[in-house]
């Protein structure tokens, strides 16, 4: 069964920082997704991964896949406050179910 | 163009009740799964459907059920409502395959 972990799962940061939210997932898939979630709201699609070696950068946010190490990664650059949310990566399985990470809530502290 | 549309956007039920949500995909997009997201449980998935046809369930309980209909458009169906239902509803849909995947605003459902 397809297991998605991410850490850290809460993450403060002060503005101006910069931080890497990882995503790890248990067995082979060259399909990985980043959504934002805000408070109450529902998930806005940041990054569709499709390939090993993938990146894909976006304002302060980079997003990246390793399918050999069943990794992802979401760096953040030079955090603002406007980035306060919790991040969800989500890893493609059969057709287009996706099995979500447990989510990192992020707060930019200024 | 539209985004996914989901109705209702708030719904309470009590214990024993059945429940209906509705989901329209984008415009095009063949594709609408749905997920379950509970603060205990996360997002979970519960089904996928393309061309009215189910491809993909998830691991919930036949009290769950769906379908979707000749214009992509998509209902959930939870009958025999139990506490644990509680959650924030949320279909998704697709034009390609394997690729991204656009969410409604979701359904939040209240059992008391």
């Known amino acids: 069964e397809l297991k998605v972990e991410q850490n850290p799962l809460f993450l403060s940061m002060q503005e101006g920082k910069n931080y890497t939210i990882y995503c790890n997932y248990s067995?082979?898939?060259?399909?990985l997704y980043w959504y934002r979630q805000d408070p109450g709201k529902s998930l806005e699609s940041l990054f569709v991964?499709?390939?090993?070696?993938a990146v894909k950068q976006e304002g302060r946010l980079m997003a990246s896949l390793d399918t050999k190490a069943r990794l992802s990664t979401l760096h953040i650059t030079a955090a603002v406050h406007d980035l306060s949310a919790t991040y969800f990566c989500?890893?493609?399985?059969?057709?287009?179910?996706?099995?979500f990470g447990t989510g990192t809530l992020l707060a930019v502290q200024p | 163009k539209a985004g996914v549309t989901q109705t209702p956007r708030y719904l309470i039920k009590t214990r024993g009740q059945q429940v209906t949500l509705s989901c329209s995909p984008i415009?095009?997009?063949?594709?609408v799964s749905w997920y379950q997201q509970t603060p205990g449980q996360g997002l979970q998935f519960l089904f996928e459907?393309?061309?009215?046809?189910?491809?993909n369930k998830g691991n919930f309980p036949g009290r769950f059920s769906g379908r979707q209909f000749s214009n992509s458009r998509s209902e959930m169906n939870v009958s025999t409502l139990e506490l644990g239902d509680s959650a924030l509803y949320l279909c998704?849909?697709?034009?390609?395959?394997?690729?991204?995947?656009?969410f409604g605003p979701g359904t939040r459902l209240t059992v008391l």
């Open positions: 998704a849909s697709s034009l390609v395959d394997y690729n991204e995947q656009f």
């Open positions: 067995t082979t898939s060259d399909r």
């Open positions: 991964l499709l390939s090993n070696g």
């Open positions: 989500a890893v493609g399985g059969a057709t287009n179910k996706l099995i």
């Open positions: 415009s095009g997009h063949r594709s």
């Open positions: 459907y393309f061309s009215e046809t189910q491809r």
